[in-house]
């Protein structure tokens, strides 16, 4: 059984705060949920990463981002925002799904942050801290490899700065 198999089994939970995660897979797939009107389905991008350092070293967590089937990305969307993270901080030529591909983050490092999901039952009150578990909220600027350069040397100046002396931000 794989890693994103496990998680899948038993989700993982770990405390909040920021931690440095390599994704490890990045699908697109149709998720269920219950609105108001009943049930529907959305489409999302799933992103699975795995934790790099610190004592959960090799725990898997998802992240998922909604994306349009059709049509444009929004430039304000977690999804456009965070690819253009995974692209060197650089803008795609168009904001399309098929030019703008879940394959940019495999692969990559970056420094995110971990929330807690707390379910709720239909009546409103929140599930056991059995059912909790942990998600990938933030994705933020690409974290330098442990030994070596700088990846894409090609890049603008200001993004090799923040790979070499750490981001302002």
Same mark, same amino acid.
């Given at each position: 059984m794989d890693k994103i198999e496990e998680w899948q089994e038993h989700r993982t939970k770990i405390p909040s705060g920021r931690y440095?995660? $390599? #994704?490890?897979k990045a699908h697109k797939g149709e998720i269920w949920y219950?609105? $108001?009107? %009943?049930? %529907?389905?959305?489409?999302? =991008?799933?992103l699975w990463f795995e934790?790099?350092?610190?004592? *959960? #070293?090799?725990?898997v967590l998802p992240m998922f981002l909604p994306i349009r089937g059709k049509g444009p990305i929004p430039q304000g969307s977690h999804y456009f925002t965070f690819w253009c993270v995974a +692209? %060197?901080? $650089? *803008? !795609?030529e168009r904001a399309r799904l098929k030019e703008m591909p879940l394959s940019k983050f495999v692969g990559k @490092?970056?420094? =995110?942050? @971990?929330?807690? @999901?707390?379910?709720?039952? +239909? +009546?409103?009150?929140?599930? !056991? =801290?059995?059912?909790?578990y942990s998600r @990938?909220?933030?994705l933020s600027v690409l974290s330098p490899p442990k030994d070596g350069p700088a990846p894409h040397r090609n890049v603008d100046p200001l993004i090799d700065f923040w790979w070499t002396e750490g981001s302002p931000v």
């Amino acid at each position: 059984m794989d890693k994103i198999e496990e998680w899948q089994e038993h989700r993982t939970k770990i405390p909040s705060g920021r931690y440095t995660l $390599r #994704c490890l897979k990045a699908h697109k797939g149709e998720i269920w949920y219950k609105g $108001r009107g %009943g049930w %529907g389905q959305t489409s999302k =991008a799933i992103l699975w990463f795995e934790v790099m350092d610190g004592e *959960h #070293c090799g725990k898997v967590l998802p992240m998922f981002l909604p994306i349009r089937g059709k049509g444009p990305i929004p430039q304000g969307s977690h999804y456009f925002t965070f690819w253009c993270v995974a +692209n %060197g901080l $650089r *803008h !795609p030529e168009r904001a399309r799904l098929k030019e703008m591909p879940l394959s940019k983050f495999v692969g990559k @490092v970056f420094d =995110a942050e @971990v929330v807690d @999901v707390k379910p709720k039952w +239909n +009546n409103g009150l929140e599930q !056991p =801290a059995f059912f909790h578990y942990s998600r @990938v909220d933030l994705l933020s600027v690409l974290s330098p490899p442990k030994d070596g350069p700088a990846p894409h040397r090609n890049v603008d100046p200001l993004i090799d700065f923040w790979w070499t002396e750490g981001s302002p931000v």
